[in-house]
């Protein structure tokens, strides 16, 4: 099976960064994804890592280190509308398409 | 292009009633997947389908089945509601491809069963 551990919420001051861990356990790996989910909205999107090291899109980067079975999403210049849950999601066992999501994380932003 | 769609957005049943929700993408992908979300479970799997003709089980299948009716439409039908079916419903899609990893969501669908 798998399973991915989050911290369930992280408050942050506008303007600064903040970084979101996630650890997983999986049989097989098809990557880390980043899924950014707004009260009442649908998830969205946010990066994906098959390899190690650091994606970057825009403020947004993901990391990963599979040795460690490790990943973290790190938001920069904090905004208002960032306040929102955060969920990783690594495909894995029965193939990629089969995607386990983390519980999520809930960010706050304050001003 | 709408994306992915599904209706309804709300619903509300009664224990032992059977529904149907829809779910249809315009974006030709080859993937299609039902989740559902719970408070503090994050969302999980329930089937998916991975290209058109076919569909397998994900991580909480029992109480559900589901038709792929074509490669635009797929559908998640509740047989008998139970109370432990009210969660929010998510349809999404994806390329299906092994390095296109990416998942387009629908707005979802909010069930409440009584």
């Known amino acids: 099976g798998q399973s991915l551990e989050q911290p369930s919420e992280v408050t942050a001051v506008e303007g600064a960064i903040v970084q979101i861990n996630c650890t997983y356990q999986t049989s097989g790996f098809y990557g880390l994804s980043w899924y950014q989910q707004h009260d009442g909205g649908a998830p969205t999107f946010l990066s994906y890592n098959a390899l190690d090291g650091l994606e970057e899109t825009g403020r947004f980067s993901s990391f990963l280190s599979r040795s460690d079975s490790y990943g973290y999403l790190l938001l920069q210049e904090l905004q208002m509308k960032d306040s929102a849950s955060y969920f990783c999601a690594v495909g894995g066992w029965g193939g990629y398409q089969k995607v386990t999501f983390g519980i999520g994380t809930k960010l706050q932003v304050i001003p | 292009n709408a994306g992915v769609t599904q209706t309804p957005k709300f619903q509300v049943l009664k224990t032992g009633q059977s529904m149907t929700l829809q779910c249809a993408q315009d974006m030709n992908h080859n993937s299609m997947y039902w989740y559902r979300q719970d408070p503090g479970m994050g969302l999980r799997l329930i089937y998916y389908s991975a290209s058109e003709g076919t569909t397998d089980k994900g991580e909480v299948p029992n109480g559900y089945n589901v038709s792929r009716l074509n490669k635009r439409e797929f559908s998640l039908r509740l047989e008998s509601a139970a109370p432990s079916q009210t969660s929010v419903y998510f349809c999404?899609?994806?390329?299906?491809?092994?390095?296109?990893?990416?998942?387009?969501f629908g707005p979802g669908t909010r069930l409440t069963v009584t």
């Open positions: 999404a899609s994806s390329e299906g491809t092994t390095y296109s990893y990416e998942q387009y």
